[in-house]
């Protein structure tokens, strides 16, 4: 008769012949050390990405609308690929958004700059 062994501690397991582990706990320790080792899927790496540029946009417009250099933003790790969702202003400028702080990268006195907005309502009814 085959012995089966915890996957997780490597206890004797008591009980039915198709159990794998011994306890709750060991299935989550196993779980969570299983999704640790793999490469994290399209869908995490792009949710993380998203609330990191949330973080760093909320940081530099705490008044509701500001400029800063390209640069200072993308060096904490913003990366301007990743954003939710989109508005165009009447002036045709396209501001992109993650959640409800938006930006638009622009070009002032040769540098790349971002002007950072916070989502409006009237934005809704464009």
């Known amino acids: 008769m085959k012995v089966n062994k915890c996957l997780n501690c490597n206890k004797e397991l008591i009980g039915r012949f198709d159990k794998k582990y011994c306890d709750a ?16 899927s399209f869908y995490v790496a792009v949710d993380k990405q998203l609330k990191l540029n949330r973080k760093i946009l909320k940081q530099y417009n705490k008044a509701g609308k500001a400029t800063v250099r390209a640069a200072t933003i993308i060096d904490k790790g913003f ?48």
């Open 25 to 40: 706990y060991c299935k989550s320790a196993y779980q969570y050390k299983r999704n640790k080792e793999n490469e994290p």
């Open 79 to 126: 990366n301007p690929n990743f954003f939710t969702h989109f508005w165009k202003n009447k002036k045709g400028d396209v501001y992109l958004f993650n959640y409800e702080y938006g930006f638009l990268k622009t070009k002032e006195n040769n540098n790349a700059k971002f002007i950072l907005i916070k989502w409006q309502d009237y934005m809704s009814k464009n």
